[in-house]
């Protein structure tokens, strides 16, 4: 099995005090985002409840493969979930707008909405692995490597 390699930007300081609450998972919510993100990504992931911080949203990244000379979103490699302080201000996009950033940015959303609200947690799930991350402090937890930027 492909090892998994997990990362988590964390825009403040809170990774101590999040560790304790992100191990409260098993809400039904929870659980079908991660097998859906699991059947796409053809992976298995594990997101984490977070009593404090909502999920916003939850998007598959795509490749790049090159057909007839023009760039094309390829095969899945992994998917960005974000958790923000709060879901109090949806950013308004109408469907051609918002088709438009996913697809400059290769990717799909697949569980919620964008919104103006501060993220606190970007969670990167990588399916082949990746390199380092610059100035990543690197920890393994229960066998799994993580890079931490805070």
């Known amino acids: 099995m492909k090892k998994l ?3 988590f930007l964390l825009v403040s300081a809170l990774l101590i005090g999040t560790a304790c609450g992100l191990e409260n998972r098993g809400t039904s919510e929870y659980e079908s985002l991660e097998k859906l993100l699991s059947e ?6 594990q997101i984490s409840h977070h009593e404090t911080y909502p999920i ?3 998007q598959i990244k795509y490749g790049l493969k ?9 095969e899945p490699v992994g998917a960005t979930v974000n958790y923000l302080v709060a879901k ?4 308004e996009m109408n469907e051609e707008q918002l088709a438009h ?3 400059n940015n290769r990717s799909e959303l697949v569980y919620g909405d964008f919104y103006h609200d501060d993220t606190v947690i970007t ?5 082949d692995g990746f390199g380092e991350i610059a100035s990543a402090e690197i920890i393994e937890i229960e066998g799994e490597i993580f890079n931490i930027n805070y």
């Not at 969670?123 to 399916?127: A, C, Q, V, W």
Request: net charge negative.
């Open 123 to 127: 969670l990167d799930i990588f399916k």
């Open 56 to 58: 916003g949203s939850a």
């Open 5 to 7: 390699v997990l990362t």
């Open 88 to 91: 109090t201000e949806k950013i």
């Open 40 to 45: 796409l990504v053809e992976i298995q992931i």
């Open 101 to 103: 950033l996913l697809e």
């Open 66 to 74: 090159v057909e007839d000379g023009k760039p094309q979103k390829g």
